[in-house]
């Protein structure tokens, strides 16, 4: 199980954006907010439901300085007391640093806290073995890419649908051009052999159609 505890004043839509699509039903997620950065958009809210996670949202009922900070920590000292074991701190207050320390300092060894700018940043500072599937998935999807090899990938792709419009030109099923190169792009990423993408043809288009397309398009992937 982890924690999400989000300065959403701090932080606002940017804090839970990147990662929100990786909450599950072991995340808890808890968004404490003002009056002056009250709102979120309803494609994240849909996000959040569909995960699963247990949601809630606290408000500041009193103005003042550092008051929902104080909120803050005191959720942070009550997810501790329920068992929680991995807490994140979403904000950019470094001053939350100081939460960190105090349980250092008092010797707890049974909890992780991390603050960081985001959920998907926090989720790295996570150790649970549960996690371990979305910790790869953060690395696969953070690797940088070459501009270099993407250009030259979107030329092999421009080229393979030259071939396909060539092909389709003269049959029945032209205009069926674009589901026809989305079903030869996915087949060049999962690969298989001429046997699964004779078979994956007759599945997606029907079996007279597919096997047409098939004898059309099989030298293409």
């Not at 929100?20 to 039903?25: A, E, P, Y």
């Not at 808890?28 to 949202?57: A, H, P, W």
């Amino acid at each position: 199980m982890s924690a999400f505890v989000v300065d959403y004043e701090n932080v606002n839509l940017k804090g839970i954006i990147s990662g929100l699509d990786l909450l599950s039903t072991i995340d808890t997620l808890i968004i404490f907010y003002s009056e002056s950065c009250n709102s979120i958009r309803k494609e994240q809210m849909d996000v959040i439901i569909s995960s699963g996670c247990k949601f809630s949202v606290i408000p500041l009922l009193r103005k003042g300085k550092d008051f929902l900070d104080r909120y803050i920590c005191t959720e942070v000292g009550e997810l501790h007391a329920k068992g929680e074991k991995e807490i994140a701190i979403i904000s950019k207050d470094k001053g939350f640093q100081s939460v960190i320390d105090y349980y250092k300092v008092i010797g707890t060894t049974d909890l992780i806290i991390v603050r960081a700018d985001n959920i998907e940043i926090a989720m790295q500072g996570f150790s649970n073995p549960s996690h371990k599937e979305r910790r790869r998935i953060i690395a696969e999807r953070s690797k940088p890419i070459s501009l270099d090899d993407v250009r030259v990938r979107m030329k092999e792709r421009d080229a393979i649908k030259r071939k396909i419009q060539e092909l389709l030109s003269t049959t029945p099923y032209n205009y069926r051009f674009d589901d026809v190169c989305d079903f030869v792009f996915e087949q060049k990423e999962t690969g298989g052999g001429k046997k699964v993408l004779y078979t994956n043809s007759m599945h997606v288009f029907g079996r007279e159609t597919g096997r047409n397309l098939y004898w059309l398009i099989k030298d293409v992937c």
